[in-house]
Nanobody, 123 residues
Framework: VQLVESGGGSVQAGGSLRLSCAVT????????MGWFRRAPGKEREGVAC??????TTYADSVKGRFTISQDAKSTLYLQTNSLKPEDTAVYYC????????????????????WGQGTQVTVS
């Protein structure tokens, strides 16, 4: 399984970006996919997750501003709106086949497959 992110960039506060993550390889009929970010000097944190049933969850810091989705070709998206300077980070997509208890899906240690990251800078 390989993941490649795109769509990062530099925007002004209040702006929007749509991040994409192209997923190749077979995950099976049951899987979960997530977006994470690492800000300078901080640990990586979970941002959003979607599973193969379409169930979603978000970190409190992005609720109401970010939307996770996927299309029929397994491309994962993160629509980011009303961006703030504190959203500045490298954003990573990740995935894993199977299921984990839902309360763990924003923890990075339940994911085995990761993309290389895309930089988002909000000024």
């Amino acid at each position: 399984v390989q993941l490649v992110e795109s769509g990062g960039g530099s925007v002004q506060a209040g702006g929007s970006l749509r991040l994409s993550c192209a997923v190749t390889g077979y995950l099976g009929s049951s899987y979960y996919m997530g977006w994470f970010r690492r800000a300078p000097g901080k640990e990586r944190e979970g941002v959003a997750c979607i599973n193969s049933d379409g169930r979603t969850t978000y970190a409190d810091s992005v609720k109401g501003r970010f939307t996770i989705s996927q299309d029929a070709k397994s491309t994962l998206y993160l629509q980011t709106n009303s961006l703030k300077p504190e959203d500045t980070a490298v954003y990573y997509c990740a995935t894993n086949p199977g299921r984990v208890p839902w309360q763990y899906v924003l923890l990075d240690n339940v994911y085995n497959y990761w993309g290389q990251g895309t930089q988002v800078t909000v000024s």
